[in-house]
């Protein structure tokens, strides 16, 4: 368990409306990620984090940003959701220098 | 363009035969191969992984095997149990970016 927590774990909003996803770690691990998953398209990384207030962009960031202002918690922000930002939304961490990555448990989100 | 595929949607095997299940990649630059495991509604949980300089890593019931001419892997379960059945992804990263491309997934599942 590398103590990842993920909240709120279901939103439903409507299209517009600003959205605020939580990652939290217990574990003060360097390495921090957002992805979403979609049918058809497995995970896909949207912004990573490799540090306090170090952020990048991954594959699909378009529409999404980030912050880490602490190393325990990495938040993912729709500015104005879309229904295309359906999705499930999951956090990873890294905790070592081979890649492996772990997983919070993730957050459905439903933009109406 | 999908840099790496999971051409089979679903695969269906009889309790302790073996399960295959295969992935492809088209960047040649990928040096790390992961597998991961998710049952509904959990986050993904990392399974095996194997570095590009082998071309088989062994874990219990669980085998790695890379063909990096081919651009191939794939992951053997063996006795597979009913409690493999679950969605299998594919990942790939390469150099130290930690960043992960995951496949789109293939459902599994195991007849007892």
């Known amino acids: 368990d590398a103590g990842i927590t993920q909240s709120p774990r279901h939103k439903v909003t409507e299209t517009g409306t600003p959205v605020t996803l939580r990652c939290h770690q217990t574990e003060n691990h360097r390495y921090m990620y957002w992805y979403r998953q979609d049918p058809g398209h497995g995970l896909r990384l949207i912004h990573y984090s490799y540090g306090v207030k170090d952020t990048d962009k991954g594959e699909v960031s378009d529409g999404y940003s980030v912050s880490r202002s602490k190393t325990e918690d990495f938040l993912l922000t729709l500015e104005s959701a879309t229904s295309s930002q359906t999705s499930v939304y999951f956090c990873a961490i890294s905790v070592n220098y081979n890649n492996e990555q772990f997983f919070g448990p993730g957050t459905r989100l439903t933009v109406l | 363009d999908q840099q790496v595929k999971q051409n089979s949607p679903s695969l269906s095997v009889q309790e302790g035969r073996i399960s295959i299940l295969n992935c492809d990649y088209t960047?040649?630059?990928?040096?790390?191969f992961l597998w991961y495991k998710k049952y509904p509604a959990e986050g993904p949980t990392f399974l095996i992984s194997i570095s590009s300089i082998k071309d088989k890593n062994e874990d219990g019931r669980f085998t790695v095997f890379l063909n990096k001419s081919a651009k191939h892997l794939s992951l053997h379960i063996v006795p597979s149990q009913p409690g493999d059945s679950a969605v299998y992804f594919c990942a790939a990263s390469r150099g130290n970016g930690n960043k992960l491309v995951f496949g789109a997934g293939t459902i599994l599942r195991v007849k007892s």
């Open positions: 960047n040649s630059m990928f040096d790390y």
